[in-house]
């Protein structure tokens, strides 16, 4: 059974940055990827890696602040947010692609996770 733990979130100031992490009970070697949801929202997504960890896709939100890596190493995934804003309160979901998902692209839409970790709370303030 695959399992994906969350760990980083917590409050800080905008403009602060966060590094969220995420561990994988099994290897990586799928596209991952986070969301996030807002109270009272939907679950968008944030950034995605394809299974070679060669590419990577942003939402437009958070294009140019926040970076997605993977370290197959120790089966993990990170999300370095930079420049944090009010906007980006929420709780951040890691995700694993659906088997034969190897795009980072096909990682926009919910449809194509396979798992979802449990979610951190990541909360700025103004």
């Known amino acids: 059974q695959v399992q994906l733990v969350e760990s980083g979130g917590g409050l800080v100031q905008a403009g602060g940055s966060l590094r969220l992490s995420c561990a994988a009970s099994g290897r990586t070697y799928y596209a991952m990827c986070w969301f996030r949801q807002a109270p009272g929202q939907e679950r968008d997504f944030v950034a995605a890696?394809?299974?070679?960890?060669?590419?990577?896709y942003y939402a437009d939100s958070v294009k140019g602040r926040f970076a997605i890596s993977r370290d197959n190493a120790k089966n993990s995934v990170y999300l370095q947010m930079n420049s944090l804003k009010p906007e980006d309160t929420a709780v951040y979901y890691c995700a694993k692609g659906k088997p034969g998902i190897t795009l980072a692209q096909s990682m926009g839409v919910t449809a194509n996770v396979g798992y979802w970790g449990q979610g951190t709370q990541v909360t700025v303030s103004s």
């Open positions: 890696l394809s299974v070679s960890g060669g590419s990577t």
